[in-house]
């Protein structure tokens, strides 16, 4: 089983930076791929960047150029560096970490983000 704790969420003005960290717990070998998604309210979760193993990364098209995705295998956590960030970035946002074919799967248990002034 794996346990994962989201953090770094908050209040932050338009224009403003955070830095989300999702810290693994468990038996973490075989994962894959590390993910962040977000909620809004009223709307479908939807993934914001991903990164694999090997390091390839892959980002939703209206945060490209804004939010970074990295991931420290030594401290087991994955970080979404968000920059320039926006009222319609407002949302729960959560981690995943998963195997290559989703047999194991984990979600955190997210993270409010709201971008207000």
């Known amino acids: 089983q794996v346990q994962l704790v989201e953090s770094g969420g908050g209040l932050v003005q338009p224009g403003g930076s955070l830095r989300l960290s999702c810290a693994a717990s468990?038996?973490?070998?075989?994962?894959?791929?590390k993910a962040w998604y977000r909620q809004a309210p009223g709307k479908q979760r939807e993934l914001v960047a991903a990164?694999?193993?090997?390091?390839?990364?892959n980002y939703a098209d209206p945060v490209k150029g804004r939010f970074t995705i990295s991931a420290d295998n030594i401290k087991n956590t994955v970080y979404l560096q968000m920059n320039s960030l926006k009222p319609e970035d407002t949302a729960v946002y959560y981690c995943r970490f998963h195997t290559r074919n989703y047999a194991r799967d984990y979600w955190g248990q997210g993270t409010q983000v709201t971008v207000s002034s």
């Open positions: 990164i694999t193993s090997g390091g390839t990364t």
């Open positions: 468990g038996s973490i070998f075989s994962i894959y791929g």
